[in-house]
């Protein structure tokens, strides 16, 4: 559990690395942070056709790091798809992005039970971060604030 801290501590006191972005999605690169919970999303570059790579976790009120989700956001030919892998037995549920801009994106699965969709909106503005599933008339909103501004 002390290595899996280390790497996590590592992750979120990484510096920027300034770059070029291949894609249209580096806006969501770095460390977010719930406001009102120790729960937090790390996104860094991938490589190839994954274009980005997140880690979704929680530190508990003991202090141990509890991963709930991996996330790869990946190109293929000419879509992109958002692949959340949580934490449990099911595997990776693939979403197919249906439409996106330069600060938000909306990724959709109508035959996955919920969500049947994801949504991410930047505002840049504020660093601030407002994700959401939703699917069958409920959705649930994820907002999240950039832990270090200084590094976009």
Do not use: C
């Not at 719930?34 to 937090?40: L, M, N, T």
């Not at 790869?72 to 249906?98: C, H, M, N, S, W």
């Not at 959709?108 to 504020?126: C, G, L, R, S, V």
């Amino acid at each position: 559990m002390q290595s899996l801290r280390l790497a996590i501590l590592l992750i979120l006191g990484a510096p920027a690395i300034a770059q070029t972005p291949d894609h249209p999605f580096a806006w969501l690169e770095g460390t977010w942070k719930r406001p009102d919970k120790q729960v937090f999303e790390v996104w860094k570059k991938g490589e190839g056709e994954i274009l980005l790579q997140g880690i979704a976790f929680r530190i508990s009120p003991a202090g141990d790091t509890l991963i709930t989700e991996e996330i790869k956001f990946v190109r293929e030919d000419a879509a992109y798809f958002y692949i959340p892998d949580v934490a449990g037995p099911q595997g990776p549920i693939r979403f197919k992005l249906t439409a996106f801009d330069a600060t938000s994106f909306v990724a959709e699965n109508p035959d996955h039970d919920f969500p049947k969709m994801i949504a991410y909106e930047y505002q840049p503005q504020t660093q601030r971060l407002m994700a959401s599933i939703s699917g069958d008339g409920k959705s649930i909103p994820f907002p999240f604030e950039r832990v270090n501004p200084s590094q976009k």
